[in-house]
């Protein structure tokens, strides 16, 4: 799995000009799944995710993680995380996982994360969303689980 998780003061979603998703203060993920994933590694990205510090404490340091601000999650899926472009000018997207798949693993990650962070919303699979934020920071990281899980 890939994340790209930007802290925001707000963030939404929308889909056919309806807002379906909403956040104040907290994260945006735009999540990608390959077929090489499964559920441990759904839970724990969620779990590394939910438990960042990266808020500020009283003395200016990324040292508060979502509970310690209440903060709230937007997940958003975005396969072309996985668009691969080193051959040519257009995208290969088949390092992304199947849609079967990815979609279970995306609904999952939300389950794990619902576990830990009181408001959890996100976009609609598979679907051309528009997706509007206010980068706090701005503060965005890319994590990847296969740096961060791989066992030597």
């Not at 993920?29 to 441990?40: K, P, R, V």
């Not at 709230?72 to 257009?90: H, I, M, P």
């Not at 390092?95 to 919303?121: D, I, N, T, W």
Request: charged share 30%; net charge negative.
């Amino acid at each position: 799995m890939r994340a790209v998780l930007q802290r925001v003061t707000r963030a939404s979603v929308t889909v056919d000009g309806k807002t379906i998703g909403s956040i104040g203060k907290g994260f945006l993920i735009f999540l990608g799944i390959s077929d090489a994933d499964d559920e441990t590694v759904a839970d724990k990205l969620a779990d590394k995710i939910c438990r960042l510090r990266i808020f500020e404490d009283e003395n200016g340091k990324t040292n508060r993680s979502l509970s310690d601000v209440a903060g709230e999650l937007l997940v958003v899926s975005q396969f072309t995380l996985y668009a691969d472009c080193r051959k040519g000018n257009r995208p290969s997207f088949t390092g992304a996982g199947g849609p079967e798949k990815a979609s279970h693993l995306y609904e999952v990650f939300m389950e794990r994360c619902r576990g830990q962070v009181k408001k959890v919303e996100h976009g609609e699979f598979g679907a051309d969303m528009k997706v509007e934020l206010l980068n706090d920071g701005p503060f965005t990281l890319m994590l990847d689980s296969r740096e961060l899980f791989a066992t030597v």
